[in-house]
């Protein structure tokens, strides 16, 4: 399985801070993407990231890929308690759209 | 409002049925998906399909079948040959783009409930 891992697998910060965290997969990647998932709902997608590219941004949403480490890391800047979600990481490896994700990390942000 | 439709959003079934369930989408996407997600864990890919009347096999098919009649529609039927068939079920779709950079459209899920 080409299957990706969140680091941390949950992870709880007071409104107003910094929430980090990480993915890292096992194989070349044409893209790594983010979703956002609330629960017991259907995901959402936040930023995609090409192989070629290092970091992107989008609003308080920033992206970093490290091809060489197989690794990226999402930083929600100045959070609030509605980003309280889970977070996923997806991988797409080649043609025909494959998307293979993590096990996610589960955000509380806590008013 | 163009987007991806799972229905039902809650489903009952008796173990040894055969359940289906439905998912539409008026995109106008090519590639559809299927995943399984169990509680407090990631995505797993059931089938998928990247043209009408063709499909394959993801990382769990066991127990599961999928058609792909029309462009529009891409049912999944949990068979009684699935051993553990409660879970929260996805689909999603994308354009089909080749090496193109896409991102996937999740329909709201179905959670699937054995009794």
């Known amino acids: 399985s080409q299957q990706g891992e969140e680091d941390p697998q949950a992870l709880s910060i007071q409104e107003g801070e910094n929430a980090t965290m990480n993915c890292s997969y096992k194989?070349?990647?044409?893209?790594l993407q983010w979703y956002r998932q609330n629960s017991g709902r259907g995901l959402v997608h936040l930023i995609l990231?090409?192989?070629?590219?290092r970091e992107k941004h989008s609003g308080r949403l920033r992206v970093t890929l490290d091809t060489s480490k197989k690794s990226s890391s999402l930083l929600i800047t100045a959070s609030r308690a509605a980003d309280t979600a889970s977070y996923f990481c997806?991988?797409?490896?080649?043609?025909?759209?494959?998307?293979?994700f993590g096990t996610g990390t589960s955000l509380t942000v806590i008013p | 409002d163009g987007g991806i439709t799972q229905s039902p959003k809650y489903l009952f079934r008796k173990e040894g049925q055969n359940v289906t369930l439905s998912c539409e989408q008026n995109?106008?996407?090519?590639?559809m998906y299927w995943y399984r997600q169990d509680p407090g864990q990631g995505l797993r890919l059931i089938y998928y399909s990247q043209i009408v009347n063709d499909f394959q096999k993801g990382d769990i098919a066991e127990g599961y079948s999928v058609s792909r009649e029309k462009k529009e529609s891409f049912p999944l039927t949990v068979t009684s040959a699935q051993k553990n068939p409660t879970a929260f079920y996805l689909c999603?779709?994308?354009?089909?783009?080749?090496?193109?950079?896409?991102?996937?459209?999740f329909g709201q899920g179905t959670r699937l409930t054995v009794v």
């Open positions: 194989t070349s990647i044409n893209n």
């Open positions: 990231i090409r192989s070629n590219e």
């Open positions: 995109l106008n996407h090519d590639a």
């Open positions: 997806a991988t797409d490896i080649g043609t025909g759209n494959q998307f293979y």
């Open positions: 999603a779709s994308s354009i089909l783009a080749g090496w193109e950079n896409t991102e996937a459209f």
